[in-house]
């Protein structure tokens, strides 16, 4: 496995000068890419032949505890597993040993010019036989909600949305974050969080936000404009005590 130890700046930090969930998901997304080069699964070449990106399926993340501003963690991303078409990563953010949260991640490898995913008996085959695997958690997905009150919507602007073309991961996470109040009362700790993504959201697309908060737990639908379902989330905020 290989690591990464990083400074927390202050631009990474939210208005109560604590590291935003959003900035531990990118943490873990990088780290999850650092491993996967380390393992050399494939060669450039390859990848580009088959025009391979990874997409990020859904992910739950759960934080033990805050984070400021010039302290120093560390980032360890688990080598992958295998279950049907997703790899399984699982990423562990520590502070001298102190752990702060942990994210398990699912990604689909896809075809970015066709837009369609690719199988794992398309890729295993290109892959070393000496690459590693692990066991994995089993993360299941989220119902789907329904009858949810409309919170907010937007257009979803070039400059949010990543190399592959769509709203990127940690986006949604500020949003929900921005929508639900995770900042506007005294500081909060993201006691869990999970993101399901159905049908990715692109430039220009329409993000139509359905959800409602009870206590420190929210329930959250992105929607299409055709009425497909983009993401369902649910999330659980907690007080942070003296």
């Known amino acids: 496995m ?4 990083h400074e927390i700046c202050s631009y990474e930090t939210d208005i109560h000068g604590l590291i935003r969930p ?20 494939f060669t450039p070449e390859t990848a580009e032949q088959m025009h ?4 990020l399926a859904r992910f739950k993340y759960t934080q033990h505890a805050t984070a400021h501003r010039g302290e ?9 597993s295998v279950q049907l078409a997703y790899y399984i990563r699982e990423a562990r953010i520590t502070r001298g040993g102190e752990e702060i949260a942990d994210v398990s991640m699912v990604w689909i490898p896809v075809d970015l010019e066709a837009r369609r995913i690719l199988r794992v008996s ?3 085959q290109v892959f070393s036989e000496s690459a590693p695997k ?4 089993d993360l299941r997905r989220l119902p789907l909600p329904k009858g949810l009150p409309e919170q907010t919507s937007l257009n979803i602007p070039y400059s949010l949305c990543d190399s592959n073309g769509h709203f990127s991961s940690a986006n949604y996470v500020d949003l929900l974050c921005d929508v639900f109040g995770f900042w506007r009362e005294s500081p909060m700790r993201m006691e869990s969080m999970q993101l ?21 737990i ?11 379902t983009g993401f369902v989330a649910s999330l659980r905020f907690a007080e942070i005590e003296d």
């Open 218 to 228: 929210v329930t959250a639908r992105g929607v299409h404009d055709d009425g497909k």
């Open 134 to 137: 692990t066991e994995h958690k």
């Open 196 to 216: 399901d993504y159905h049908a990715e959201f692109r430039p220009e697309e329409r993000l139509t936000l359905f959800g409602a908060r009870e206590g420190g």
């Open 2 to 5: 290989v690591h990464l130890d």
């Open 122 to 124: 398309e890729l295993e």
């Open 22 to 41: 959003s900035q531990l998901l990118r943490y873990s997304m990088h780290m999850s890419q650092v491993q996967q080069d380390s393992e050399r699964l």
């Open 52 to 55: 391979l990106g990874w997409m």
């Open 72 to 80: 120093k963690l560390r980032i360890v991303c688990s080598p992958r």
